[in-house]
C-alpha cells in the first residue's frame, strides 16, 4: 500500500492545475525567484529592442543580423554569455566597451551582453532556483546598484563630437523617449527586491551595503 501511494502521489500532484513535480523541491523564496530571473530576462530582451530601433545603425555593424538574431543569441545562451565578437567579455567589462571610444563593433551587443551577464551573474548563472540554491542578497544589491550606473553612462557619456554613445531618452538634444527609464527603473526594482527577499529569508540585513549613487561601476561579490 505505501509502494502504491508513493506512486500516486506525484502523479495526484501534476494532475493540480498549473502544478510542476519539480516544485516539490523548491522554497516559496524559490518560486519568487524563478519569478524575478524571467522578469529580469524579459525585460532585458524587450531592452534589445528598443536600443536597436533606436541605434539601427549598431546593427548594422554586422551585416545581415537581425534583431531577432541578437535575440536568438541571448536565448541560446542559458548561462553565460560569452561571444567571440565581444572577446568573451561579460558583465562590467562589457558594458564598458559600450562607451569606450575605441570600439568599433556593436555598441548595443555589448551593452545588453554585459547588464545581461551581470543580471545572470546575481543569479548564479542559473534560469531557476531549487532548494540547494541560495542567493546573495548584497550581489543582487550591488547589481541594482549598477544598472542606475549604467542608466547615468547613458545619459552623461558622449563622443568627443558631443553625440550620445547609444541614444535612448533623448536625441539631437531633445528628450523625446523615457520608457528606456521605466524599462531600467523596472530592473532596478526587480533587483532590489530579491536582494530584500533574500536578506530577510537568511535573516540578514543589506541596508547600507551599496547605498552611495556612483559613477563606476561596483564589481559584484564572489
Same mark, same amino acid.
Given at each position: 500500500?505505501?509502494?502504491?501511494?508513493?506512486?500516486?502521489?506525484?502523479?495526484?500532484?501534476?494532475?493540480?492545475?498549473?502544478?510542476?513535480?519539480?516544485?516539490?523541491?523548491?522554497?516559496?523564496?524559490?518560486?519568487?525567484?524563478?519569478?524575478?530571473?524571467?522578469?529580469?530576462?524579459?525585460?532585458?530582451?524587450?531592452?534589445?529592442?528598443?536600443?536597436?530601433?533606436?541605434?539601427?545603425?549598431?546593427?548594422?555593424?554586422?551585416?545581415?543580423?537581425?534583431?531577432?538574431?541578437?535575440?536568438?543569441?541571448?536565448?541560446?545562451?542559458?548561462?553565460? *554569455?560569452? $561571444?567571440?565578437? +565581444?572577446? !568573451? %567579455?561579460?558583465? =562590467?567589462?562589457?558594458?564598458? @566597451? #559600450?562607451?569606450?571610444?575605441?570600439?568599433?563593433?556593436?555598441?548595443?551587443?555589448?551593452?545588453?551582453?554585459?547588464?545581461?551577464?551581470?543580471?545572470?551573474?546575481?543569479?548564479?548563472?542559473?534560469?531557476?532556483?531549487?532548494?540547494?540554491?541560495?542567493?546573495?542578497?548584497?550581489?543582487?544589491?550591488?547589481?541594482?546598484?549598477?544598472?542606475?550606473?549604467?542608466?547615468?553612462?547613458?545619459?552623461?557619456?558622449?563622443?568627443?563630437?558631443?553625440?550620445?554613445?547609444?541614444?535612448?531618452?533623448?536625441?539631437?538634444?531633445?528628450?523625446?523617449? *523615457?520608457? $528606456?527609464?521605466? +524599462?531600467? !527603473? %523596472?530592473?532596478? =526594482?526587480?533587483?532590489?527586491? @530579491? #536582494?530584500?527577499?533574500?536578506?530577510?529569508?537568511?535573516?540578514?540585513?543589506?541596508?547600507?551595503?551599496?547605498?552611495?549613487?556612483?559613477?563606476?561601476?561596483?564589481?559584484?561579490?564572489?
Amino acid at each position: 500500500m505505501r509502494f502504491l501511494l508513493c506512486l500516486l502521489l506525484p502523479l495526484c500532484l501534476c494532475s493540480c492545475a498549473g502544478y510542476e513535480i519539480k516544485n516539490l523541491a523548491k522554497s516559496d523564496i524559490d518560486l519568487v525567484a524563478d519569478e524575478f530571473i524571467q522578469e529580469t530576462r524579459s525585460a532585458v530582451r524587450e531592452l534589445v529592442v528598443k536600443l536597436y530601433k533606436r541605434n539601427p545603425v549598431q546593427l548594422q555593424k554586422n551585416p545581415g543580423m537581425t534583431i531577432e538574431g541578437r535575440l536568438a543569441q541571448l536565448r541560446v545562451h542559458r548561462n553565460e *554569455l560569452n $561571444f567571440v565578437e +565581444l572577446g !568573451g %567579455k561579460q558583465g =562590467i567589462e562589457a558594458m564598458l @566597451m #559600450a562607451f569606450d571610444p575605441d570600439f568599433t563593433g556593436d555598441r548595443v551587443f555589448a551593452l545588453v551582453v554585459g547588464l545581461g551577464s551581470m543580471l545572470r551573474e546575481a543569479y548564479s548563472y542559473k534560469s531557476e532556483m531549487f532548494l540547494t540554491d541560495q542567493l546573495d542578497a548584497k550581489e543582487l544589491l550591488v547589481s541594482a546598484r549598477n544598472v542606475e550606473v549604467l542608466l547615468w553612462r547613458l545619459k552623461n557619456t558622449r563622443k568627443p563630437s558631443g553625440e550620445h554613445y547609444i541614444i535612448t531618452h533623448e536625441y539631437q538634444g531633445v528628450t523625446d523617449n *523615457l520608457s $528606456f527609464e521605466r +524599462l531600467f !527603473g %523596472k530592473i532596478i =526594482i526587480l533587483q532590489e527586491m @530579491m #536582494a530584500r527577499i533574500a536578506g530577510d529569508s537568511d535573516d540578514r540585513t543589506v541596508t547600507g551595503a551599496v547605498h552611495a549613487v556612483s559613477k563606476v561601476f561596483i564589481p559584484l561579490p564572489i
